[in-house]
C-alpha cells in the first residue's frame, strides 16, 4: 500500500508542486469573476443593463479594440521575429548587444513621452508632414491626426513601443536552440530561409503562441496610450473599450 503512495506521488509530483499556485489562481482570479458574472446576471434586467446592451456605442468600441489589438499584436510579432532572427545572427557580441538595447529602447518610454513624440511627429506641420510634402503629397495631411489617421496614428505608436517586447522574448529562446541544429542544416545545403524554416520556426511555435495571447491581452486592455493620444477622439475613431468605459463612468457622475 505505501509502495502504491509513493508511486503515485512520483509520478503527479508535478502536478502537486503546482497544485498551490493553481488554487492560489482559482481565489484570486476565477472567484471574484464569477461573482461578478453572477451579480451581472443578477441584475440583467435593470434598465442600466438593457440600456447598456443596446448602445450602439459600446459596440462599435468592442470592434475597434479587436481590430486594434489584432492589428497591432499580428504587426508586432512580425517584426520582434525578424528583428530577433536578424540580430540572433550577429556573430560579434558587442555589435548584437548594442543592436538590443537600441532595439528595446522604445519598450521603455513612458507613454506619457511616446505620445508626445508621435504628436509631434503627425501634427501638421511635422517631420511626416514635410515629408510627405518632400514625396509630393498633398501639403496639408492633417488626416495623419484625425479621422482615420488617428487610429492609424495609435496603430503605428503601439507597435513601435511594444514590439521590443516581442523582440526580447524570441531573441532569448532563439539563443537557447542547439548550435548544433544549424551547423548541420548548413552541412546539408541548406539557405537561411529553410533554417529559419526547419529549425527556428518549429523551435519558437510555443513561445510564440503565449507571447501572442499576452500581447492581445495587454493590447486589448490598454487605456493609457489610446486615452492620452487622442482622448475621447472626434467621432469616436479611437475610442477602444477601456477608453469607452472610462469616458462613460466619467459622464455619468457629473
Known amino acids: 500500500m505505501r509502495g502504491q503512495v509513493n508511486s503515485w506521488l512520483d509520478e503527479n509530483a508535478s502536478w502537486l508542486m503546482l497544485a498551490?499556485?493553481?488554487?492560489?489562481?482559482?481565489?484570486?482570479?476565477?472567484?471574484?469573476?464569477?461573482?461578478?458574472?453572477?451579480?451581472?446576471?443578477?441584475?440583467?434586467?435593470?434598465?442600466?443593463?438593457?440600456?447598456?446592451?443596446?448602445?450602439?456605442?459600446?459596440?462599435?468600441?468592442?470592434?475597434?479594440?479587436?481590430?486594434?489589438?489584432?492589428?497591432?499584436?499580428?504587426?508586432?510579432?512580425?517584426?520582434?521575429?525578424?528583428?530577433?532572427?536578424?540580430?540572433?545572427?550577429?556573430?560579434?557580441?558587442?555589435?548584437?548587444?548594442?543592436?538590443?538595447?537600441?532595439?528595446?529602447?522604445?519598450?521603455?518610454?513612458?507613454?506619457?513621452?511616446?505620445?508626445?513624440?508621435?504628436?509631434?511627429?503627425?501634427?501638421?506641420?511635422?517631420?511626416?508632414?514635410?515629408?510627405?510634402?518632400?514625396?509630393?503629397l498633398a501639403p496639408n495631411v492633417q488626416w495623419l491626426y484625425s479621422g482615420p489617421g488617428l487610429l492609424l496614428t495609435l496603430v503605428v505608436a503601439s507597435i513601435w513601443q511594444f514590439y521590443p517586447f516581442v523582440f526580447v522574448t524570441l531573441l532569448a529562446r532563439i539563443r537557447r536552440i542547439d548550435v548544433l541544429l544549424y551547423r548541420t542544416a548548413e552541412i546539408d545545403g541548406a539557405t537561411p530561409f529553410q533554417q529559419f524554416l526547419h529549425v527556428t520556426w518549429p523551435e519558437l511555435r510555443a513561445t510564440v503562441v503565449v507571447v501572442a495571447v499576452l500581447r492581445?491581452?495587454?493590447?486589448?486592455?490598454?487605456?493609457?496610450?489610446?486615452?492620452l493620444l487622442g482622448g475621447r477622439s472626434a467621432n469616436n475613431v479611437i475610442d477602444t473599450l477601456p477608453v469607452y468605459i472610462w469616458g462613460s463612468e466619467r459622464e455619468s457622475v457629473k
Open 20 to 136: 498551490p499556485a493553481a488554487l492560489g489562481g482559482i481565489a484570486l482570479l476565477v472567484v471574484p469573476a464569477g461573482i461578478t458574472a453572477a451579480l451581472s446576471v443578477l441584475s440583467w434586467f435593470d434598465s442600466n443593463s438593457t440600456s447598456l446592451i443596446l448602445d450602439r456605442e459600446l459596440w462599435a468600441s468592442i470592434g475597434r479594440t479587436f481590430v486594434y489589438a489584432f492589428s497591432t499584436v499580428l504587426l508586432q510579432l512580425a517584426i520582434g521575429l525578424f528583428a530577433a532572427t536578424t540580430v540572433a545572427r550577429v556573430s560579434t557580441k558587442r555589435l548584437a548587444g548594442l543592436i538590443g538595447i537600441l532595439v528595446f529602447l522604445p519598450y521603455t518610454i513612458p507613454c506619457a513621452v511616446t505620445t508626445l513624440i508621435w504628436q509631434l511627429l503627425c501634427r501638421t506641420n511635422g517631420v511626416l508632414a514635410q515629408f510627405a510634402v518632400l514625396v509630393g
Open 216 to 227: 492581445f491581452a495587454f493590447m486589448f486592455t490598454k487605456f493609457d496610450l489610446p486615452w
